[in-house]
Nanobody, 121 residues
Framework: VQLQASGGGLVQAGDSLRLSCVASGDSFSHDVMGWLRQAPGKEPEFVASITRLESSSYADSVKGRFTISRDNTKNTVYLQMTNLKPEDTAVYHC????????????????WGQGTLVTVSS
């Protein structure tokens, strides 16, 4: 599966942004989809995930501010980000795997190229 993320950019603290990720291939509707991010000089971290039945989970740092969703008819997963903070600055990657655990431990089957989100204070 190829994953193409888009929607990043430079915003100010408190602003909102929506990321999109389009997946190629036939497994999208069966996969757990997620977003991972890597800030400059830091290790990657889990952000959010959504199962094929649309059960979602979030990192504590983004809970209440970010919302993940998916459209199986468009092979697309979204990440709506609100009340952005400077510490949200990172390259955001979408990821896919049949198992949620693999996303949470940062070992997904597929990890796409990211989109950069920069939040200024």
């Amino acid at each position: 599966v190829q994953l193409q993320a888009s929607g990043g950019g430079l915003v100010q603290a408190g602003d909102s942004l929506r990321l999109s990720c389009v997946a190629s291939g036939d497994s999208f509707s069966h996969d757990v989809m997620g977003w991972l991010r890597q800030a400059p000089g830091k290790e990657p971290e889990f952000v959010a995930s959504i199962t094929r039945l649309e059960s979602s989970s979030y990192a504590d740092s983004v809970k209440g501010r970010f919302t993940i969703s998916r459209d199986n008819t468009k092979n697309t997963v979204y990440l709506q980000m609100t009340n952005l903070k400077p510490e949200d600055t990172a390259v955001y990657h979408c990821a896919a795997d049949p198992k949620l655990h693999n996303l949470r431990v940062l070992s997904p089957r597929d990890w796409g190229q990211g989109t950069l989100v920069t939040v200024s204070s």
